[in-house]
T-cell receptor, first 115, second 114 residues
Framework: AQSVTQLDSQVPVFEEAPVELRCNYSSSVSVYLFWYVQYPNQGLQLLLKYLSGSTLVKGINGFEAEFNKSQTSFHLRKPSVHISDTAEYFCAVSGLSGGSYIPTFGRGTSLIVHP | NAGVTQTPKFQVLKTGQSMTLQCAQDMNHEYMSWYRQDPGMGLRLIHYSVGAGITDQGEVPNGYNVSRSTTEDFPLRLLSAAPSQTSVYFC?????????????FGPGTRLTVT
């Protein structure tokens, strides 16, 4: 069975500072990896995804993530955060598990950007 | 495109009442799913469907029913509401069930059971 671990439940950071949100997964097969963002009182929307090819993936709003197969990680980074980046971030993995590719979500990381 | 729509946005139920949460998508997506979101628990899959007429259970299916008579609609029924079902419910859709495509989420339904 596949699983996703988001190592930090909450990450406080000051505006314009860099940030990294950590995600590790376990799966015995090739996977597709996603990061979603959820702004307050809204549904989730896609930030970026890794399907194959280059391990560095760029997404919307200046975010990027790096796929590391040996460490089974897919950490999300942004070099300089804004107040508007305050949101909940979810890592998700799709890999063959029990005969299907139903995605598994992590528990989320709350990014809190302080002025 | 309206994307994924959910109704109602808010609902308060008494214990034992039943209700249906509506979900519709206009993207001709084959795969649809229902999640509940609780503090500290992330998103937990309730039921999913890989196409019209095909549904299956997710991680937390007890107390919920689904059906998929059309590609567009995927309603979630609470049979006899319990306080433990107080949560925010999200419907999502994806092009297919290959896992290759991202999911599109609705705005959510906030349900309180008293």
């Amino acid at each position: 069975a596949q699983s996703v671990t988001q190592l930090d439940s909450q990450v406080p950071v000051f505006e314009e500072a860099p940030v990294e949100l950590r995600c590790n997964y376990s799966s015995s097969v090739s996977v597709y990896l996603f990061w979603y963002v959820q702004y307050p009182n809204q549904g989730l929307q896609l930030l970026l995804k890794y399907l194959s090819g280059s391990t560095l993936v760029k997404g919307i709003n200046g975010f990027e993530a790096e796929f590391n197969k040996s460490q089974t990680s897919f950490h999300l980074r942004k070099p300089s955060v804004h107040i508007s980046d305050t949101a909940e971030y979810f890592c998700a993995v799709s890999g063959l598990s029990g005969g299907s590719y139903i995605p598994t979500f992590g528990r989320g990381t709350s990014l809190i950007v302080h002025p | 495109n309206a994307g994924v729509t959910q109704t109602p946005k808010f609902q308060v139920l008494k214990t034992g009442q039943s209700m249906t949460l509506q979900c519709a998508q206009d993207m001709n997506h084959e795969y649809m799913s229902w999640y509940r979101q609780d503090p500290g628990m992330g998103l937990r899959l309730i039921h999913y469907s890989v196409g019209a007429g095909i549904t299956d259970q997710g991680e937390v299916p007890n107390g919920y029913n689904v059906s998929r008579s059309t590609t567009e609609d995927f309603p979630l029924r609470l049979l006899s509401a319990a306080p433990s079902q107080t949560s925010v419910y999200f419907c999502a859709s994806s092009y297919d069930a290959s896992g290759y495509y991202e999911q599109y989420f609705g705005p959510g339904t906030r349900l309180t059971v008293t």
